[in-house]
């Protein structure tokens, strides 16, 4: 089983799921040309395909339109069920970033039909992750940068207080439907400037503080 790292810690966790919000920036469903969403929707990838740092994402030979979509990801420390907004921020160990990798041609298809999104969204190596920094490092979650850049152009950059939905509504929303366990994983919604990427490409993510500390980064390539 994959496992998250705390940095500053020796403490890992093995990832159970992945929770991946969809439509979480605004200005992100306006270019998708989709309704904002009045409750937080959201999809499962597998833990398989995760792949760290300094890894490669595999285009699918299904595929002729693969996207980035950068996005703050968190790390639960302690699961629940039903757990009230007012807590919710006490189950959250970490914090990093990460990459939702989508197949857009076979999300578009799936979409056409009626059809589940988890091939376009859950193949092999869709989930690239950072390490995660320990919530008490962070005073604010909603106030951080997120950025992508591709071959060293920006493509993605905004900050998670354009959030619809904030985190602890997030984690208090899911888990009436679904116990949420130590380990799982929240990827937050991503914002405008999705693209496509192909193969070569050198994908770098950055996590910063509102004064611009790097807090974490992601670097992988695309084949």
């Known amino acids: 089983m994959r496992t998250a790292l705390l940095q500053g810690s020796i403490e ?5 799921k992945l929770i991946c919000i969809g439509r979480n920036y605004a200005d992100h469903a306006k270019e998708m040309k989709a309704e904002v969403p009045k409750a937080p929707m959201f999809f499962l990838k597998p833990s398989t ?7 490669t994402i595999i285009i699918p030979p299904i595929s002729n339109d693969l996207h980035h979509e950068v ?3 968190v790390l639960l420390g302690k699961g629940g069920k039903n757990i009230a907004p007012g807590d919710a921020m006490e189950y959250v160990a970490g914090y990093g970033i990460g990459l939702d990798m989508t197949l857009r041609d076979v999300q578009a298809e799936a979409k056409k039909k009626g059809l589940p999104w ?11 992750l950072s390490s995660f920094v320990p919530a008490a490092w962070v005073p604010d979650p909603h106030a951080l940068n997120v ?17 619809i939905f904030t985190i602890d509504t997030l984690l208090s929303y899911v888990s009436q439907f679904i116990t949420l366990e130590p380990g799982d994983i929240f990827f937050t919604g991503t914002p405008e400037g999705v693209a496509q990427t192909v193969s070569g490409d050198k994908l770098e993510a950055t996590l910063t503080s ?5 807090l974490a980064a992601l670097s992988v390539q695309v084949r």
């Open 12 to 16: 890992q966790f093995e990832i159970r």
């Open 49 to 55: 395909a995760i792949i760290g740092n300094g890894g």
């Open 71 to 73: 996005e703050l990801t």
């Open 118 to 128: 988890t091939l376009a969204k859950g193949f092999d190596t869709s989930a690239p």
């Open 147 to 163: 950025k992508l850049t591709v071959n060293g152009v920006a493509r993605q950059h905004s900050t998670t207080a354009n959030f």
């Open 210 to 214: 509102p004064t611009g500390e790097t």
